[in-house]
């Protein structure tokens, strides 16, 4: 197994953007390359994460439409689809291409283009992705947060201002990503107040719908300095699934998926959890920060909360989480997201987050699909 | 780079069936696990190839229901779209994840349904991935068949019944093919005379409108025999595209990205074109099989069509072609296609191809997206 490495990064600015998805992702995909002064025709792998921009745009073939836009042909093309774990599959994708001993050096972009579309209809689309039962009774995935952050509550008799602390934390976050969909802080009570989504969810419980697109560039480990002084090496990769049918699941508020794959993505990076120091999880709802927290074993079973409460994940805490703003603030386009995070961890790995880096060695990015359907997650040490 | 076998295969009867894609992908997984006596939960990598079962069906998140129906949760599960050369892709990516070493055994199902389409739902959905350029002025894939089809004859004097005969073969071979979706001969005289589609191709020089899935199942070449006295090790494989804009091509009879994935697959496999004793090519239209047999070096340039009239690759010929009834009599479920060819070089190289068995140790699929927009090939051995 070749060890890999990620020698370049870029995001494109997320938020609603006049642009349509393949100049998105050109956008994010030539940035990329420049940041590693590589010229287009060495890339021999070319990934693209991303859903549904066939039901979102009525366009297809866009790992194609790439290739040229970059000027990357003949380089091997595919897209990566894993719901909203379309980026994290791409990292692992993008991992296995090199690690096999096929490439040496693959660009993987992930982007989505949402926001010419209402909410309903993209929560429509993205609704698709669950059980045709669950989906015929009107459940879609802001209905299974909000029945799950009402059982973790009860549960854990946890505060429901701890929630909105998730929201104010990486709303904090997001004021120093200058990519960020949101750049401005709230407050406890601002999330509190806001409009009821799903009870006990608020709208600022909730990730923004987003345009925008995010790449890495991955090679082999021998050869990164060719790329870059400071790169990071993945030492740790693995995906998981739960069962597609939510309610089939015996703990709502228990993550098996993020578990396992957290589990398995550690234990090939030799590391702990106390080895983290810095953690992109995917907190498209908030509720989902508290559980892949404890699903990775940064916090015991229904104790997230109070990390989160004692500020332990914060910035200046002992085990930052989205400093990126994460999905709540940065925002959330689908395809792009895992990228974004890895986007994030390697820039906190090799000390360029700008204001936002925190120093530490090794991250981990957790990307989950549905409601913890499929999860991905990697681990990025700096070199 | 870990050597991978395949040790198990299966498809489905292809046609109008009725059933939606989950129900195609369960039962041709189900009958690949069944092929190799595994039990499900023996998988970890489930890979799903799979063009539009959003467009198709308004349902996404495929790969994840698959390891539900299946029983194959916790196998880390993503979709592999790569247009119509989504299965080669798939077949790339199941690879990818044994040769890397993450995988001990990977399940690989490709699948489409779209007969509850009308031909030009279908046809449109397919278009999708052109580039809008061309799809605003209705340039279709088969129109592009037809404007190649025209050069070709034109340029190297071929007379227009040599495209036939490319059907009269595929449907010779598809009679003996108890999966095919036309299990009928047809002549000469009945091609030439069918409805005009595109000039110069006619009915019968297209693929039909099809529902299906197939199946493969990957692991270490050092531990197959564990699940197969006989099976096949992929001792090549690769991808390659061309440009997205097909009037950008300089020659649009000859076609790059399968020139280029051939060069490498056979490159990887140690073989020469001369060395291979089967192929599946991707005869969407006829005339797709004398410009992939050209640029795999099966037949000089502007002389594939000597070769067919000549009836070399007939089943008693050098080079049997498209054994399966190819895509032309066997049909084409967009993602389930790259899946088949595999399965048929597989029971080739095996000798379990029944009736259709041609003695070969050496075969070769090409499976191709778009109009030559992106390529794989992989080289199959028996062992």
Redesign the interface.
Known sequence: ?TDVAVVGASMTEFGRREAWIRELLAEAGAACLESATVPPDAVDH?YVAN??S??FE????I???L???LGV???????????SASGG?GI??A???V????SELTLLVGGEKMTHRTTGESTD?IA?????VEYKHGVTLPSFAGLTARRYLERFDAPRESLARVAVKNHANGVLNPHAQFQEEIDVETAMESPMVADPLRLYDFCPVTDGAAALLFCPADRAAEYADDYAVITGV????????VH?RVEPTRM??VA??GRDALHMAGRDPDDIGVAELHDMFTILEFLQMEALGFAPEGEAWRAVEAGRTDRDGELPVNTSGGLKSKGHPLGATGVAQGHEIYRQVTDTAGERTVGADVGLACNV??FG??V?VAVMEGR
Chains 1, 2 share one sequence.
């Open positions: 197994m070319l859903m549904a066939g039901e009525g366009q297809t073939g790992s194609n439409a290739a040229s836009d042909v003949p380089a091997y093309t595919q897209r990566v689809d894993q719901t599959a692992y994708a991992w296995q291409s690690a096999s001993g096929v689309v698709s992705l669950t059980h045709p693995a995906g998981a699934t739960d069962t597609h049918v089939e098996d998926a396992d794959a699909g549905g359907n499929c991905t």
